[in-house]
């Protein structure tokens, strides 16, 4: 369950919106509606952890995993499509990147190597050595051809970029997924 206790976002003197509480419950689906400029994208930013309210908290329950598509089909064009959607999984993507890190590190200590064994026993506890194929089969899934798995984004059609930010929400098998106008 994602709940969203007394949220209050106020810029300068005008709030944004005030005191919003609500529960979102397991099963359901959910729907915000407003005029443009409302703040409906700035309210899931703050039910996503993206951005902090003036006031008020958001909570997950513990052991849920929560994705967010985003708005933003154009932040990841420099990187390999098969790299933004294992982003989707956060913190395999930090682990994958840390270890990464070390072994590219001609200075790396033997500390420093004992730490990546520890980050290699977490990464394959988190399904990390076959991250890419399921990813792939995600991404055919949505009608991304393989050939376009290890390009960069910037080689992705505009209308199938969204496609690529599904796959990479929904790459973390999430209870929760916030699709922030899916169109």
Partial sequence: MLTASSITLQFASKPLFENVNVKFGDGNRYGLIGANGCGKSTFMKILAGELEPTAGNVSLDPGERMAWLRQDQFGYE????????????????????????????????????????????????????????????????????TEQHNGTMSQIAPGFKLRVLLTQALFSNPDILLLDEPT
């Fill in 78 to 145: 420099d990187q390999r499509v098969l790299d933004v959607v294992l982003q989707g999984h956060a913190e395999m993507w930090r682990v994958m990147q840390e270890k990464d890190a070390i072994y590219m590190n001609p200075e790396a200590s033997e500390e420093d190597y004992l730490h990546a064994a520890e980050l290699e026993a977490k990464f394959g506890e988190m399904g990390g050595y076959d991250a890419e194929a399921r990813a792939g089969q995600l991404l055919l899934g949505v009608g991304i051809p």
